[in-house]
């Protein structure tokens, strides 16, 4: 039986002077490709289902044997099934807590990993897949766009990893100290660049950075969630928190703070494998035009994005929407121009979206502490005031799960401002303010990032 093949999702675009990319591609080449030639974004063929008894089957299990049995469904014919359980032994070595915060409502700690980040559980998998099936006569060049969490998660996933180098831009001014410390000091085949502008900025680069057939001979791709293979294993823990909490058959209502909707994606290929959940809330800070598309059926793309202090989802026009567009019938490209609008009724029955203002963010982080003894971060805090207006509009739920997406450490200042300590660092973050380094500063200027990419790759 052959494998799961990937379609561009800008393959349906009919415009002038754009030539769509119709074809099909494996696993392994729209892993290395990062994204489509037409700009568009890798979308499997067809999303693997789980029967309820295959679902029942995996109870009890632990986190990296949950990992091999939701990632075989897509790679089955791309990696051997104990080289893929050897691998996700490998990369989930840590710990992932489920912290009660009242009844049954939880928080799914995706802070524990080596940057103390959710970016760790995509990251990690992604690095090795990439190992495994990589060219070993070429180099890779992945270029990365990050607005916190992800360039660390990357760049500590690939460190040292033979044949890859990473390039890492972030905004320079919309990172938290501890984040620009974490990205500035990782070393070796990593390096990171301050870009002077937004994430969107960042992003905006890189994806121009794809398209430059002056930079074929670099052999670039991309470790952003652009790339399928960071969304593959985000649909992990959502199996892994129901399993761990719920009773046979029942729903699940799950809370995702939502940037670029990465993660919120794997819980959409989650639901669509089988997994009983009653809604996807996807809660944004106050950049706010998802939720307004939703409300008003209209989409406008958000430019300049807002600076929130939940940083990392400060965007303008997640990439990651184009998936969501596709998945339920409709398209928009890179640029956020709606080609064809999706069928919007289906959904909001399984998608519920609400902005949270910094405000708000605050008010959360303080009444959860006050309240429940939990300390949330602004991005968890973000998820969770999005469950709680949830319940104001349609009622309470029996089983709820909001996600925690970053150490609350990484934010010293906010927290301590608002509770009056700064948190514990985590193991895993105990040596990042003695580390030594300094990021290379570029303005928000393609030719700029292009000769430097250049002058860099080819002189390695």
Request: proline share 5%; glycine share 8%; charged share 25%.
């Amino acid at each position: 039986m052959g494998g799961i093949s990937y379609y561009s999702t800008n393959r349906n675009i009919n415009e002038a002077g754009f030539t769509p990319f119709k074809g099909l591609v494996s696993f392994k080449d729209a892993l290395m490709m990062g994204q489509a030639p037409d700009a568009g974004l890798f979308m499997p063929e067809r999303i693997p289902n789980f029967s309820r008894g295959e679902i029942e089957d995996l109870r009890g299990k632990r986190y990296f044997e949950i990992a091999h049995t939701v990632l075989e469904k897509f790679l089955y014919a791309d990696i051997d099934s104990d080289y893929l359980l050897s691998i996700c032994k490998e990369a989930y070595n840590f710990k992932v807590p489920i912290e009660k915060v009242h009844d049954r409502k939880y928080l799914l700690r995706l802070d524990q990993g080596p940057t103390a980040s959710f970016k760790d559980f995509a990251a990690r998998m992604m690095a090795r897949l990439m190992g495994a099936l990589k060219d070993e006569n070429k180099q890779l060049n992945i270029l990365v766009a990050t607005s916190g969490d992800t360039g660390s998660a990357v760049g500590e996933a690939f460190k040292g990893v033979n044949g890859i180098n990473v390039f890492i831009l972030y905004p320079e001014g919309e990172v938290s100290g501890r984040q620009k410390k974490q990205l500035d000091t990782i070393g070796g085949n990593i390096t990171t660049l301050a870009v002077n502008g937004k994430f969107d900025d960042c992003q905006d680069l890189v994806k121009i950075a794809f398209q430059d057939k002056d930079l074929e001979c670099l052999n670039l791709t991309s470790a952003n969630s652009i790339n399928i293979g960071r969304i593959l294993p985000q649909i992990i823990y959502y199996f892994y928190a129901y399993l761990e909490k719920s009773e046979e058959g029942e729903k699940i209502l799950i809370s995702v703070p939502a940037g670029n909707f990465g993660n919120s994606l794997g819980c959409e290929f989650g639901r669509r494998m089988g997994l009983p959940i009653h809604k996807l809330i996807m809660a944004v800070n106050e950049n706010d035009e998802f939720p307004k598309y939703l409300d008003q059926g209209v989409y406008q793309k958000l430019s300049p994005s807002k600076a929130c202090i939940s940083s990392a989802m400060n965007v303008g026009h997640p990439s990651n929407l184009a998936r969501f567009f596709d998945l339920y019938g409709g398209t928009i490209d890179k640029s956020g121009k709606v080609l064809k609008y999706p069928d919007i009724k289906k959904m909001k029955t399984n998608i519920f979206s609400v902005s949270i203002s910094n405000q708000k963010t605050r008010e959360t982080i303080k009444n959860v502490y006050d309240k429940y003894g939990v300390i949330l971060e602004p991005h968890g805090a973000v998820g969770w005031a999005g469950l709680e207006a949830y319940y104001h509009d349609n009622g309470d739920f029996p089983l709820c799960v909001s996600l925690e997406t970053a150490h609350p450490a990484k934010f010293p200042e906010e927290i301590n401002s608002l509770l009056g300590f700064e948190p514990e660092l985590p193991a895993s973050m105990k040596d990042v303010d003695r580390r030594q380094g300094c990021p290379i500063k570029i303005e928000n200027d393609y030719i700029q990032l292009k000769k430097f990419l250049k002058s860099t790759i080819e002189n390695k």
